[in-house]
């Protein structure tokens, strides 16, 4: 089992960035990939960014080059770093991690509003 917290959500205006935080209850050398994915009112979660063990990432095409994810294996945290924030960025961010045999662990989720 691993537990995931979120931290690092808030209210900024639209240009401003953020930093995510996701840390994770146990080492996550074990963990396949970790991930953000959002969820924004009235629709469906959607992928953000994944990265790997392996430090292979993947974005969504809607941030690339404005979002960047990163993982600190040392400290069991993965980071998404959100710069050029704009209103339709804002969601429920969620941290997603999968483990070598494919289970799927979920934070609770952080609050990100980008006001115009």
């Known amino acids: 089992q691993v537990q995931l917290v979120e931290s690092g959500g808030g209210l900024v205006q639209a240009g401003g960035s953020l930093r995510l935080s996701c840390v994770a209850s146990r080492s996550i050398f074990s963990i396949d990939v970790m991930g953000w994915y959002r969820q924004a009112p009235g629709k469906q979660r959607e992928l953000v960014a994944t990265?790997?063990?392996?430090?292979?990432?993947n974005y969504a095409d809607s941030v690339k080059g404005q979002f960047t994810i990163s993982r600190d294996n040392a400290k069991n945290t993965v980071y998404l770093q959100m710069n050029s924030l704009k209103p339709e960025d804002t969601a429920v961010y969620y941290c997603?991690?999968?483990?070598?045999?494919?289970?799927?662990?979920w934070g609770q989720g952080t609050q990100v509003t980008v006001s115009s």
């Open positions: 997603n991690a999968v483990d070598l045999i494919s289970r799927q662990y």
């Open positions: 990265i790997t063990s392996g430090g292979r990432t």
